[in-house]
């Protein structure tokens, strides 16, 4: 093949924007490679598209074609236990977090439990299930009666982020405890 380059191959956003990429071409493996300069938005449709001015060894031309795809999406929360503006919930409970997808970096220091009304963090223990992608977070001390919490998922490149390294939002909600244990 000749003629394979970063003018005949192309990689273009869904707004058909020309995005800035190294094209190789391995001649021994068949192989072309484009590489974009930098990382590519996260849930972001893009086109490949082979363009005239490719020939095979006998001059022949590539016919023109383009591929689409579309790049990873965030984790997100699936479900959550007690569920967001939840009244009444049991002052022992756990919170439990379900995720779309695995997810690294869940620990007590990205999930975390904190009383609404003075900004204290409750101490808890943070585990992780991969089988099913769920957090589960276990306070130390029976939460008190009749108080808000926040539930506070903080995401990030070294915090929750999925096996791709694409970063959880951060998320937040609030439950009210009730007075049973």
Do not use: C, K
């Amino acid at each position: 093949m000749t003629g394979v380059s970063g003018t005949t191959v192309q990689l273009r956003n869904a707004s058909n924007v020309l995005i800035p990429a190294v094209v190789t071409y391995n001649a021994g493996a068949h192989i072309a490679t484009l590489n974009p300069n930098a990382n590519l938005a996260f849930g972001t449709s893009y086109t490949v598209r082979v363009l005239a001015g490719i020939t095979d060894i006998a001059g022949n031309p590539l016919a023109a074609s383009t591929v689409g795809f579309q790049t990873n999406f965030r984790p997100a929360v699936l479900s959550s236990v007690p569920s967001p503006n939840a009244l009444l919930v049991r002052r022992g409970v756990n919170v439990t977090v379900t995720f779309t997808e695995d997810v690294l970096g869940a620990n007590a220091t990205t999930v975390r439990l904190i009383r609404v009304s003075n900004g204290a963090a409750v101490t808890a223990a943070v585990t992780y299930n991969a089988a099913t992608h769920t957090v589960t977070l276990d306070p130390t001390v029976t939460l008190a009666s009749l108080v808000q919490y926040r539930v506070s998922l903080t995401g990030g490149a070294a915090a929750i982020r999925d096996l791709q390294n694409a970063p959880l939002a951060n998320t937040t909600w609030t439950f009210r405890t009730g007075v049973i244990v």
